[in-house]
């Protein structure tokens, strides 16, 4: 429903484009609102529950009392580099396997930033088709031309890079996919992708936004086996498993070397906050540390399986589980009954999903229980 009040006074000419936009997307139920934080926790990626631990409130508390302070003051490459960033970035590089770790405010900017960044003109980008958004920004600004490959498909990615070699394309692919989908909640097949990517001398960009604390060795998600190698980047979010905020993008020493002298989205912003530095190291700690959060996890996964299967969601044995509902509306009304009834789960719509796929995405954390997970059964059940 529009906001009374964008009409209270009269808008300049120059927003009653956007008021219209904002009225057309409230005629077919797609207009996006903020929702306040209620109930039993269904929506968020806080997967091992360390948001609100005391574990990072300690590092948090901890890093204060020694004089790190809470802004960096500017950008990295002025007076922002805090000996806290730079130590997560070792400790990150060592944990994860890789050359090398650069630390970004968000997944979203450091995603965009590889892409706009790395590939360079002459160069292809195939990309899954259900790609984060974040990427594509990224190569929207890329200098490189992008193609879209169908999901999960190793052979139409293939079949996407002959077809620009057979016409004339000379420089280097780079394959941009995710290990783990957040809508959909399915696995990507890495040891197909990464047998493509080195028949055709290509680089893999894998973002392991949903996998990193979850799955692998350690947590260190499902590209671990992979990390390290001289043509793989990965893309680790700090604010999903690891509860705090911003990512680290892993690789050879020369791309995040690269990024530092030529990527926009890094040069020219303030960087992070040094306290949440540690506290992202506090967290590579845990998951170093604590296996038995991770098999807690697990644990509700597959009891969420034979619970929530039968009723219509699609298993993954991963923590996300769509429940495909189609139209838009019902999408969204099933969302607002089952939060009504104090369980936070949220409907999504396109565009961030395919039309008539809209869905109630549930995602599985440490923040509930199975008792949780039976009663919000009993409630879609009841609703359905």
């Given at each position: 429903m529009t906001d009374a009040r964008q009409h209270a006074r009269p808008l300049p000419p120059a927003l009653r484009p956007i008021a219209a936009d904002l009225d057309r997307l409230s005629a077919i139920?797609?207009?996006?609102?903020?929702?306040?934080?209620?109930?039993?926790?269904?929506?968020?990626?806080?997967?091992?529950?360390?948001?609100?631990?005391?574990v990072l409130r300690d590092a948090v508390t901890d890093a204060i009392a020694r004089g790190v302070?809470?802004?960096?003051?500017?950008?990295?490459?002025?007076?922002?580099n805090h000996a806290e960033h730079e130590a997560?970035?070792?400790?990150?590089?060592?944990?994860?396997?890789?050359?090398?770790?650069?630390?970004?405010?968000?997944?979203?900017?450091?995603?965009?930033?590889?892409?706009?960044?790395?590939?360079?003109?002459?160069?292809?980008?195939?990309?899954?088709?259900l790609i984060h958004a974040s990427a594509h920004e990224g190569m929207r600004l890329a200098r490189a031309p992008a193609v879209a490959a169908g999901h999960n498909d190793p052979q139409a990615i293939e079949d996407a890079i002959r077809d620009w070699r057979r016409q004339g394309g000379t420089g280097s692919p780079w394959i941009a996919i995710?290990?783990?989908?957040?809508?959909?909640?399915?696995?990507?097949?890495?040891?197909?992708?990464?047998?493509?990517?080195?028949?055709?001398?290509?680089?893999?960009?894998?973002?392991?936004?949903?996998?990193?604390g979850v799955f692998g060795p350690q947590g260190r998600g499902l590209a671990a086996a992979l990390e390290g190698r001289a043509n793989v980047v990965t893309l680790r979010t700090c604010g999903k498993a690891l509860g705090s905020e911003g990512a680290l993008v892993c690789?050879?020493?020369?791309?995040?070397?690269?990024?530092?002298?030529?990527?926009?989205?890094f040069i020219f912003s303030t960087a992070p906050s040094p306290v949440?530095?540690?506290?992202?190291?506090?967290?590579?700690?845990?998951?170093?540390?604590?296996?038995?959060?991770?098999?807690?996890?697990?644990?509700?996964?597959?009891?969420?399986?034979?619970?929530?299967?039968?009723?219509?969601?699609?298993?993954?044995?991963?923590?996300?589980?769509?429940?495909?509902v189609g139209d838009d509306r019902r999408a969204m009304a099933l969302a607002a009954a089952v939060r009504a009834a104090g369980f936070d789960l949220r409907g999504i719509r396109p565009p961030t999903v395919p039309a008539g796929t809209a869905r109630l995405r549930i995602s599985l954390t440490l923040n509930v229980d199975e008792a949780d997970i039976d009663a919000l059964a009993g409630i879609l059940e009841r609703l359905a």
């Open positions: 139920d797609r207009r996006r609102a903020l929702v306040p934080i209620a109930g039993r926790d269904f929506a968020s990626n806080d997967y091992l529950a360390l948001a609100g631990s005391a302070p809470v802004g960096s003051g500017g950008s990295r490459l002025l007076r922002g997560l970035e070792a400790e990150a590089a060592a944990f994860f396997g890789s050359e090398s770790a650069l630390w970004f405010s968000s997944g979203f900017a450091g995603n965009a930033a590889l892409l706009a960044t790395l590939p360079q003109r002459g160069d292809l980008i195939v990309h899954d088709v995710e290990s783990l989908y957040s809508m959909d909640g399915d696995i990507a097949p890495l040891d197909e992708l990464a047998q493509v990517a080195r028949r055709h001398d290509a680089m893999l960009l894998i973002d392991e936004a949903h996998a990193t690789g050879p020493a020369v791309v995040t070397d690269f990024l530092v002298n030529r990527a926009r989205g949440m530095a540690a506290a992202v190291r506090a967290g590579l700690r845990v998951l170093a540390g604590e296996p038995a959060r991770r098999d807690r996890l697990a644990a509700l996964v597959a009891h969420a399986g034979t619970r929530l299967g039968p009723l219509g969601a699609r298993v993954t044995d991963t923590q996300i589980l769509p429940l495909i």
